[in-house]
Nanobody, 119 residues
Framework: VQVVESGGGLVQAGGSLRLSCAVS????????MGWYRQAPGKQRDLVAV???????RYSDSVKGRFTISRDNAIDTMYLQMNGLKPEDTGVYYC??????????????WGQGTQVTVSS
Protein backbone atom coordinates (compact mmCIF):
# COMPACT_ATOMS: atom_id res chain seq x y z
CA VAL A 1 0.00 0.00 0.00
CA GLN A 2 1.25 3.47 -0.88
CA VAL A 3 -0.05 6.83 0.29
CA VAL A 4 1.47 9.68 -1.71
CA GLU A 5 0.93 13.42 -1.30
CA SER A 6 1.59 16.03 -3.97
CA GLY A 7 0.90 19.69 -4.67
CA GLY A 8 2.93 21.51 -2.07
CA GLY A 9 5.11 24.49 -2.85
CA LEU A 10 5.92 28.11 -2.16
CA VAL A 11 3.17 30.69 -2.36
CA GLN A 12 2.66 34.28 -1.24
CA ALA A 13 0.23 35.14 1.51
CA GLY A 14 -3.30 35.27 0.16
CA GLY A 15 -2.54 32.71 -2.51
CA SER A 16 -3.89 29.21 -3.09
CA LEU A 17 -2.61 25.67 -3.36
CA ARG A 18 -4.28 22.32 -3.94
CA LEU A 19 -2.88 19.21 -2.29
CA SER A 20 -3.62 15.68 -3.42
CA CYS A 21 -3.26 12.35 -1.65
CA ALA A 22 -3.47 9.16 -3.67
CA VAL A 23 -3.80 5.66 -2.22
CA SER A 24 -2.64 2.72 -4.29
CA UNK A 25 -1.93 -0.97 -3.84
CA UNK A 26 -3.90 -4.02 -2.94
CA UNK A 27 -6.66 -2.72 -0.69
CA UNK A 28 -10.21 -3.58 0.25
CA UNK A 29 -11.42 -0.06 1.07
CA UNK A 30 -10.28 3.45 2.00
CA UNK A 31 -12.21 4.69 5.00
CA UNK A 32 -11.61 7.97 6.88
CA MET A 33 -8.91 10.22 5.46
CA GLY A 34 -7.37 13.38 6.80
CA TRP A 35 -4.76 16.10 6.44
CA TYR A 36 -2.38 17.00 9.23
CA ARG A 37 0.38 19.57 9.30
CA GLN A 38 3.55 20.02 11.27
CA ALA A 39 5.25 23.38 11.58
CA PRO A 40 8.96 23.52 12.46
CA GLY A 41 9.48 22.69 16.12
CA LYS A 42 5.81 21.93 16.72
CA GLN A 43 3.65 18.85 16.98
CA ARG A 44 1.63 17.43 14.12
CA ASP A 45 -1.90 18.89 14.22
CA LEU A 46 -5.16 18.02 12.54
CA VAL A 47 -6.18 20.24 9.61
CA ALA A 48 -9.25 18.46 8.24
CA VAL A 49 -10.79 15.01 8.01
CA UNK A 50 -13.34 13.43 5.69
CA UNK A 51 -15.25 10.18 5.99
CA UNK A 52 -15.89 7.85 3.09
CA UNK A 53 -19.45 9.18 2.98
CA UNK A 54 -18.16 12.74 2.68
CA UNK A 55 -18.70 14.16 6.15
CA UNK A 56 -16.03 16.72 7.00
CA ARG A 57 -14.48 18.38 10.00
CA TYR A 58 -11.95 21.24 10.12
CA SER A 59 -9.67 22.81 12.65
CA ASP A 60 -10.82 26.28 13.66
CA SER A 61 -7.71 27.85 12.12
CA VAL A 62 -8.62 26.80 8.58
CA LYS A 63 -12.43 26.93 8.59
CA GLY A 64 -13.74 29.00 5.72
CA ARG A 65 -10.39 28.94 3.88
CA PHE A 66 -9.65 25.26 3.26
CA THR A 67 -11.89 22.63 1.65
CA ILE A 68 -11.31 18.89 1.95
CA SER A 69 -12.80 16.53 -0.63
CA ARG A 70 -12.27 13.06 -2.04
CA ASP A 71 -12.94 10.95 -5.08
CA ASN A 72 -13.67 7.40 -3.95
CA ALA A 73 -13.52 6.08 -7.52
CA ILE A 74 -9.78 6.77 -7.64
CA ASP A 75 -8.99 6.63 -3.90
CA THR A 76 -7.75 10.20 -3.86
CA MET A 77 -8.26 13.01 -1.36
CA TYR A 78 -7.74 16.74 -1.93
CA LEU A 79 -7.20 19.85 0.13
CA GLN A 80 -8.00 23.15 -1.55
CA MET A 81 -6.25 25.89 0.40
CA ASN A 82 -7.29 29.48 -0.24
CA GLY A 83 -6.34 32.66 1.56
CA LEU A 84 -3.08 31.14 2.73
CA LYS A 85 -1.31 32.73 5.66
CA PRO A 86 2.33 32.47 6.80
CA GLU A 87 1.14 30.46 9.81
CA ASP A 88 -0.11 27.77 7.40
CA THR A 89 3.51 26.94 6.62
CA GLY A 90 4.55 23.40 7.42
CA VAL A 91 4.75 19.85 6.17
CA TYR A 92 1.32 18.53 5.27
CA TYR A 93 0.72 14.83 5.81
CA CYS A 94 -2.02 12.60 4.47
CA UNK A 95 -3.54 10.06 6.84
CA UNK A 96 -5.72 7.22 5.61
CA UNK A 97 -7.48 4.36 7.36
CA UNK A 98 -7.27 1.52 4.88
CA UNK A 99 -9.12 -1.76 4.92
CA UNK A 100 -6.53 -4.25 3.75
CA UNK A 101 -9.03 -7.08 3.96
CA UNK A 102 -12.47 -7.59 5.49
CA UNK A 103 -12.36 -6.61 9.15
CA UNK A 104 -8.74 -5.45 9.12
CA UNK A 105 -8.04 -1.69 9.03
CA UNK A 106 -4.59 -0.14 9.15
CA UNK A 107 -3.73 3.56 9.39
CA UNK A 108 -1.15 4.79 6.90
CA TRP A 109 0.72 8.09 6.65
CA GLY A 110 2.16 9.67 3.55
CA GLN A 111 5.67 11.06 3.38
CA GLY A 112 4.51 14.67 3.58
CA THR A 113 4.58 17.65 1.25
CA GLN A 114 6.05 21.02 2.15
CA VAL A 115 3.87 24.13 2.03
CA THR A 116 5.59 27.47 2.53
CA VAL A 117 3.66 30.74 2.66
CA SER A 118 5.70 33.91 2.42
CA SER A 119 4.54 37.20 3.87
Amino acid sequence: VQVVESGGGLVQAGGSLRLSCAVSGTIFSVNDMGWYRQAPGKQRDLVAVITRAGSTRYSDSVKGRFTISRDNAIDTMYLQMNGLKPEDTGVYYCNAEIGVRVGVNITYWGQGTQVTVSS
